[in-house]
């Protein structure tokens, strides 16, 4: 029996569960720290529904790379703190929030990359294993991302032909990789050369669907148009925070610029949702074929 469809039209307001410290059970949240990290600060964040059984129905399973460190938003870059996982997925999947790896391998980098290589093979090598040891549905797996985190979507989930393969869709919100440069950064800068590397990363998404929310104008849509061309998988939000949340800061965010805009009943969120039950519809009728 496939998971039911997310409630479009449920008025609930979410409230993003706390990391907690303890063994991951349903209706939990809790740091792993893998194996091959023991003794170290680096951890992921995973959250298990309420009505997840390792026996039963396998379930959607999302995975989420967050913000960067910037107090001016309320973002603190710790994977505790990341929110746009649940609140895509209303808290029915499970909701995994990966790290990204410092330099000396001994904490989570709370600002851009840290060392970006060993970040890639955590993703290699944990999310297959999670996937396995949670018993998630291995075709339904997204990878979302707010701020620096919609950035890593791609420079990181798509870094090369073995990350990218692990994903079945993707989801972004506010920032692109590829379309602005970063200044001060040996990875985004100058743009001509960070165009071109990100648009050879772009193009491992291939036919895999694609959303890609945004709070104002962030030029992606070109970008994405210019590198792909014939590209029908992509679907463009335009958010308007201020009209899903209220004014700023509020119970919900800081600012405008926040993953927290579907916590609360609003348009967007019933057309993200809209989008992620279309795109569960059509991985279960693949699967089935």
Known sequence: MAKPPLPIDSQSILQIP?????????????????????????HHTIYLPSDWTNDGTPLPIIFEYTGNHYPASGSTGEVADAGLGFGLSAGQFIW?????????????????????????????TNVPRIIDQYSANPDQVFLCGFSRGA???NYIGLHDDE????????????HFDGVREWKGTDWGSPLAEYHSEASERLKRVGDRPYL???????ATQDFVRRVL???????????????????FPNEFAKTSHN???????????TEA?????????????????
């Open 18 to 42: 706390t990391s907690i410290d303890g063994e991951p059970h349903p209706g939990r949240r809790v740091p792993v720290t893998p194996a091959e990290y023991a003794r170290t600060d680096v």
């Open 96 to 124: 995994v929030t990966l790290p990204f790896i410092s330099q000396d391998h001994q904490h989570n980098q709370i600002t851009w990359w840290g060392d970006e290589e060993a970040t890639v093979q955590y993703a290699k």
């Open 151 to 153: 950035i890593a979507v």
């Open 163 to 174: 990350v990218a393969k692990l994903w079945t869709a993707f989801i972004t919100h506010d």
């Open 212 to 218: 890609v929310c945004q709070n104002g104008s962030y």
């Open 229 to 247: 061309p014939e590209a029908k998988n992509f679907t463009y939000l335009s958010v308007n925070t201020t009209e899903a949340l209220g004014s």
């Open 259 to 269: 993953d927290r805009w579907l916590n609360r009943p609003n348009r967007y969120r």
């Open 273 to 289: 949702w809209k989008w992620v039950n279309r795109v569960l519809s059509e991985q279960a009728t693949e699967t089935s074929d």
